[in-house]
């Protein structure tokens, strides 16, 4: 309940566009903990940098307020130009994207896929281009409005593309995410299982960090158990371990599941996984778009708004 209210406070804070506007002009450097930089080179820059401690990158195109079909398809072709420079780069493209940026809940207008969603349609090139260089994209979950429509849209990618090249994400906090993993079961998925950063309403979210961590569990040990790929993304090494353990129990393979942190959160923990012969990889932001992610990151931890804090007044 106080992690709620906490998140709820600072997310309200920075969502004020004075407070944006000074985090922007006197944080970006701050950014750079979370957030690779604003361009390609830097993003590949990264994947190479991790590459030397053997973790893998995972690229996100950061963007959260594309409003029109101009923009959803200008961001789409950002994504495809990452690609080929990713694969021009000599790395396995392996990207994330949010619908939601790509024309999710927008129609397209006439040409090809004249009246289909616009957001299912970037996908299918953005999916089809990651198979061509035998990459993969993850559909990141946004916040639960979008889900059902998500999840449908994943479905049918999974189906013209295989699910060797697309998968997407499910949220612990959401009281309806055992119920879509079960339903997604016939489809073999690969998952990648988080709490959940959205502000959720407690309708349709758990208040309650311990119930979010227990689903979370569940979720993890349920994909695993039934036999299919999952990304267990999570800094919470209570949980980890757990992982490590019900996957030594039940003799689940290493290359079965992998461990996904966020660029620049617990690098320590995850150069130490890849080590010991877990396969890690790392979520990689970047973009001109930084400061709604760089909020989330934020309001997720106390001890960041005093690093944000302490960095500003340093200046
Ligand atoms: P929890 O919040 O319990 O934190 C456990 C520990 O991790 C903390 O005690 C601290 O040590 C460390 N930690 C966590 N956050 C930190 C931070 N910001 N700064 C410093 N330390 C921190 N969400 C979503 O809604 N949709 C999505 O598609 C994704 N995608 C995604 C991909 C990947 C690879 C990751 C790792 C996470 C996401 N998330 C996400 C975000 C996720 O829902 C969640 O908000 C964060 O991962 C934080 O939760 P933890 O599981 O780390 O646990």
């Known amino acids: 309940m106080i992690d709620q209210m906490y998140r709820k406070a600072v997310l309200t804070v920075s969502g004020q566009k004075p407070v944006e506007a000074l985090v922007r002009s006197r944080g970006s450097n701050l950014a750079r903990r979370f957030v690779a930089g604003e361009d390609v080179g830097s993003a590949i820059a990264a994947v190479r940098e991790l590459a030397g401690d053997g973790i893998l990158g995972n690229l996100d195109l950061l963007g959260e307020f594309v409003t029109s079909p101009e923009t959803a398809n200008e961001f789409a072709g950002n994504v495809l130009r990452l690609l080929d420079a990713a694969h021009a780069a000599g790395q396995k493209p392996y990207v994330s994207v949010k619908l939601s940026s790509v024309g999710q809940g927008m129609t397209v207008q006439g040409g090809e896929g004249n009246g289909q969603d616009l957001g299912l349609t970037s996908a299918r090139r953005i999916v089809g281009r990651a198979r061509e260089y035998g990459g993969f994209v993850c559909l990141d979950m946004e916040d639960h409005p979008r889900v059902d429509v998500t999840l449908a849209q994943f479905r049918t990618l999974v189906g013209e593309f295989g699910r ?62 039934a036999g299919n790929y999952v990304n267990v993304a999570t800094h919470d090494e209570g949980i980890i371990g757990d992982v490590e353990h019900f996957a ?7 290359d079965a599941f992998e461990f996904q942190m966020l660029y620049g959160i617990r690098r320590d923990l995850q150069r130490d996984l890849a080590a010991r012969g877990y396969r890690v990889r790392a979520y990689i932001p970047y973009g001109y778009d930084w400061y709604p992610y760089f909020s989330r990151r934020i309001a997720e931890r106390p001890a960041n708004v005093m690093f944000v804090l302490r960095g500003m007044l340093r200046g």
């Open 164 to 225: 060797e090249h697309v998968g997407t994400v499910l949220q612990s906090y959401l009281y309806r995410s055992e119920a879509d993993r079960d339903g997604l079961d016939d489809l073999r998925p690969n998952l990648r299982i988080v709490k959940g950063a959205y502000l959720e309403p407690e309708t349709v979210a758990m208040p309650n960090k311990a119930d979010v961590d227990a689903a979370y569990r569940r979720l993890v040990f349920a994909h695993m158990k």
């Open 248 to 254: 030594l129990a039940h003799g689940i393979a290493r």
